[in-house]
């Protein structure tokens, strides 16, 4: 008979994990978690859309590089400036967890839910009027991780500048999400009407004249030649799936677009929640 002895159970984790799992700002982290799905979803597949319509652009629409050389410079541009999206939203996204993580720690503190783990008293240090001042003894007994967070605490117990940054940040986001819908209006036009052509009786109109004018969008100049695809070429277009592959590309950072906007929300209200408890009810908090 053999006798199977479990280890001895841990009251000392435990109880850090509860405090842990209590004091998380839930909010702060399904929004950062939802940044950080957005973000690379649109910068992903938007990078890689942009590169397929340069390519469509230069192999069906236009033969002369001088009608498309400006697409081409808008497009890297937009390349790049997508290299420091994703940078700036994987810090920025980094610092709203953190500063969630703070203020819900004071929030509580003030409310009593729960006792302040050792990052908490930085924050709650700085927020809360607590007491600053230390002896010497004390001064030396403290752990490097307290001090390390009572610093943050400082730099981080200002959540009405995070409220003002991310309210700015949301307004220019809604913007690019806006603009993310314009492409996928295009292909999504242009999708339509090659239906249309594969399936004639659905409309009156005739094969030869169902057309997708790039020109129209403003995607080339006027001037440029053929600028249009029309009939059965334009079906054959759309059957390749270096098409089929860019549209569903840029539905995808369309998407991932919403999930940001979505994500910056959820950090703008639940940051304006704790920075209207810390103003309101903070004992000697100053802002």
């Given at each position: 008979?053999?006798?199977?002895v479990?280890?001895?159970s841990s009251?000392g984790?435990?109880?850090?994990?509860?405090?842990?799992?209590?004091?998380?700002p839930f909010?702060?982290?399904?929004?950062?978690g939802?940044?950080?799905?957005?973000v690379?979803?649109?910068?992903?597949?938007?990078?890689?859309?942009?590169?397929?319509?340069?390519?469509l652009?230069?192999?069906?629409f236009?033969?002369n590089?001088?009608d498309y050389?400006y697409?081409?410079?808008?497009?890297?541009a937009?390349?790049?400036?997508?290299?420091?999206?994703?940078?700036?939203f994987?810090?920025?996204?980094?610092?709203?967890l953190?500063?969630g993580?703070?203020?819900?720690?004071?929030?509580?503190?003030?409310?009593?839910?729960?006792?302040?783990?050792?990052?908490?008293?930085?924050?709650?240090?700085?927020?809360?009027?607590?007491?600053?001042g230390?002896?010497?003894?004390?001064?030396?007994?403290a752990h490097?991780l307290e001090?390390?967070c009572?610093?943050l605490?400082?730099?981080l117990g200002?959540?009405?500048?995070?409220?003002?940054?991310?309210?700015?940040?949301?307004?220019?986001?809604l913007?690019v999400?806006?603009c993310?819908a314009?492409?996928v209006?295009i292909?999504?036009?242009?999708?339509?009407?090659?239906?249309?052509i594969?399936?004639?009786?659905?409309?009156?109109?005739?094969?030869?004249?169902?057309?997708?004018?790039a020109?129209?969008?403003?995607?080339?100049?006027w001037?440029a030649?053929?600028?249009k695809?029309c009939?059965?070429?334009?079906?054959?277009?759309c059957?390749?799936?270096?098409?089929q592959?860019?549209?569903?590309?840029?539905?995808?950072?369309f998407?991932?677009?919403?999930a940001?906007?979505?994500?910056?929300?959820t950090?703008?209200?639940?940051?304006?929640?704790?920075?209207?408890?810390?103003?309101?009810?903070?004992?000697g908090t100053?802002?």
């Open positions: 008979m053999c006798l199977t479990s280890p001895p009251p984790l435990l109880e850090c994990c509860a405090r842990c799992l209590v004091g998380a909010a702060s982290l399904v929004a950062t939802l940044c950080f799905f957005g690379a979803l649109f910068c992903g597949c938007g990078h890689e859309a942009l590169t397929g319509t340069e390519k652009i230069e192999t069906y236009s033969k590089y001088q050389e697409l081409i410079n808008v497009i890297h937009f390349q790049y400036v997508i290299y420091g999206t994703a940078s700036f994987f810090l920025y996204g980094a610092l709203l953190a500063e993580f703070y203020t819900t720690g004071a929030v509580r503190q003030i409310f009593g839910d729960y006792k302040t783990t050792i990052c908490g008293k930085g924050l709650s240090a700085t927020v809360t009027g607590g007491q600053k230390r002896g010497s003894r004390g001064q030396h007994q490097s001090r390390v009572h610093c605490g400082k730099w200002h959540p009405d500048k995070f409220v003002g940054i991310t309210y700015a940040l949301t307004i220019v986001w913007l999400f806006a993310s314009v492409p209006y292909y999504f036009n242009t999708w339509t009407t090659c239906q249309s594969a399936f004639p009786s659905k409309t009156s109109a005739s094969i030869g004249s169902l057309c997708a004018d020109r129209m969008y403003g995607v080339l100049p001037n030649f053929p600028g695809v009939g059965s070429n334009l079906l054959s277009i059957k390749t799936a270096e098409f592959m860019t549209f569903h590309l840029f539905i995808a950072a998407v991932g677009a919403a940001t906007l979505v994500s910056l929300l950090f703008m209200i639940a940051a304006t929640y704790n920075f209207a408890v810390l103003k309101l009810m903070g004992r100053k802002f």
